[in-house]
């Protein structure tokens, strides 16, 4: 499953924070904005807003 950023909106969070916590990752930004990027990575993290967004993104569609 891919996260996309309507699923960050969802779980309202913002850009501005999404932006930072991929800088920090070390992730592309822009390649996610167009392309948006496998949950696995998200949960790789541990981060708890991460984990969260991935909850929304999961309870948002079907499987």
Do not use: H, P
Not at 31 to 56: C, H, S
């Amino acid at each position: 499953m891919k996260i996309y950023m309507s699923d960050i909106r969802k779980a309202n969070m913002c850009s501005r924070g999404t932006r930072a916590f991929f800088l920090a990752q070390g992730w592309d930004f822009q390649d996610f904005l167009i392309n948006g990027l496998d949950a696995e990575k998200f949960i790789q993290t541990g981060d708890a807003m991460a984990l969260q967004v991935v909850k929304v993104a999961q309870n948002g569609r079907k499987q």
